[in-house]
């Protein structure tokens, strides 16, 4: 790939995928690239820089210093977060995307951005959601995350920057916390249930949602910058995915580790108003056809996982089920 940038490196996405990359591609040919950082946050290791997306210039400096080929442009506000403060998320999410499509432009550069399942909207097909389909989302994460997609295609249409992108749904990791996301709940649950074996969950019990685990949207996203471009029909977005699942599964399927673990609704209005303007299900069928996306865990897996995981994180027991 060359070298690679990653922006918002300390985010729910960024911290894991730096990670990854520097294992793949060596700790030389990695950037790392936060409005903060703290020296806990990257153990000393590979190149550093404070940089904030919205300065075009201070970003431009980067690329040029180290020579970059690639970015992963993760910088966002995220949907429930957005929506508390709608002008400065637009301003920051499009904004920082407009910077780098332009570096990116300069320099011919690739670029992935994720976008979301929050780029659809009440008007979308619910169930097996086309890759193809009406969008027109109803919150200010969702707008942009709609927009971004069709700037990205724009660039690589007009000006052939090689814009890449995945249509994220909630992610679950035991490594990152929840950073205002409308599928926090999914990360929350494991938490509260491995200390303190109950939750209270913001959604309704029948919100159906799509997931994925931390270790599965890495891996989508280096095997689509990896991917032959001329397999690729479509760019940005991709829809992509691993279960389908509510509050209520999770719950079930974490009491097979922890038989007295409890879960009580206490409804967000806002967040729930979000998850039900956004599809039930995902059809990935164009990932898989194009660039051989398939997922490696599922809810039982991943749920396994996560509650071992979990448990060294936080040093606490949890009773071996047989």
Known sequence: MGKILVTGALGQIGSELSLQLKKNYGEENIVLSDIRFRSQDTNDQGFVEISDCTNMRSLGDIVNRHSIKVIFHLASILSAAAEEKPQFAWNLNMGCLYNVLEIARENKIAVFVPSSIAAFGPDTPQNKTPQDTIQRPNTIYGISKAAGELLCDYYYKRFGVDTRGL????????????????????????????????????????????????????????????????????????????????????????????????????????????????????????????????????????????????????????????
């Open 167 to 322: 249509r994220y749904p909630g992610l679950i990791s035991y490594k990152t916390l929840p950073g205002g996301g409308t599928t926090d709940y999914a990360v929350e649950i494991f938490y509260e249930a491995v200390k303190h074996k109950k939750y209270y969950c913001y959604l309704d019990a029948d919100t159906q949602l799509d997931m994925m685990y931390m270790p599965d949207a890495i891996k989508a996203a280096i095997e689509l910058m990896e991917a032959d471009p001329e397999n690729l029909v479509h760019r940005n977005a991709f829809n992509i995915t691993a279960m389908s699942v509510n509050p209520e599964d999770i719950a079930s399927e974490i009491r097979k580790h922890i038989p007295d673990f409890s879960m009580e609704y206490r409804v967000d209005p806002l967040r729930q108003k979000i998850a039900d303007s956004w599809p039930d299900s995902l059809d990935d069928s164009a990932a898989r056809n194009e660039w051989g996306w398939k997922p490696d865990y599922d809810l039982r897996s991943m749920t396994t996982d996560m509650i071992s995981k979990l448990s060294e994180k936080l040093q606490m027991q949890i009773p071996k089920m047989n």
